[in-house]
């Protein structure tokens, strides 16, 4: 990914900053911010154009109103080293809308997530009854995104030019969706 010079990048879910810093470190002059609802997995060091700040997606800073060129949202439903969703799908909305208030005119969201929702154990001991419970458990719960969900998810936030990006087979077998999406 590319970025122009004096671009500023937002990170949401950022976790251990991972993309942001392999990113930061051949764009000097672009500005990183890597939010996450917990500090406790921001790096001890990093790039200079970088920084961290643990704050709720669904209540950014008031001050970052059309401050971002570009958006990166991972896993709106779960982050995989927590067993229960980081976001109920009633906030699902609330996020989007931040995420468009915070994006200048122009600018781009890229979302990522894995299309099976979170992995919530049922209580079997058997495997593939694990599965099933755990998949009949997320959609009882409204968890699964599909990419026509998202895609709808973003239309009523008010995003523009919404289309899936390709993604390695690996990822696509595995059930994981991307979406870039633009604001007007």
């Known amino acids: 990914m590319k970025f122009a ?38 790096p001890r060091t990093h790039p200079r154009n970088v920084r961290f700040i643990a704050a709720p997606p669904t209540k950014l800073p008031s001050s970052w109103n059309n401050q971002f060129d570009v958006v990166n949202q991972h896993l709106l439903t779960h982050a995989p080293h927590l067993s229960v969703p980081t976001l109920m799908p009633s906030e699902w909305p609330i996020v989007l809308a931040e995420i468009l208030r915070v994006l200048k005119s122009g600018g781009s969201a890229y979302f990522s997530d894995n299309a099976t929702g979170p992995a919530i154990e049922s209580g079997s001991d058997s495997e593939d009854s694990d599965s099933e419970g755990s998949s009949r458990y997320r959609k009882s719960m409204g968890w699964n995104i599909t990419q026509s969900r998202l895609r709808t998810l973003l239309e009523d936030a008010g995003f523009i030019n919404i289309r899936p990006i390709a993604l390695p087979t690996e990822d696509a077998k595995a059930g994981r969706v991307s979406t870039v999406a633009y604001k007007a």
């Open 5 to 42: 010079s004096g671009s500023k990048v937002l990170d949401l879910g950022t976790g251990d900053g991972s993309w942001i810093d392999s990113l930061a470190r051949n764009a000097v002059d672009v500005q990183f911010v890597g939010v996450d609802a917990s500090s406790y997995l921001f």
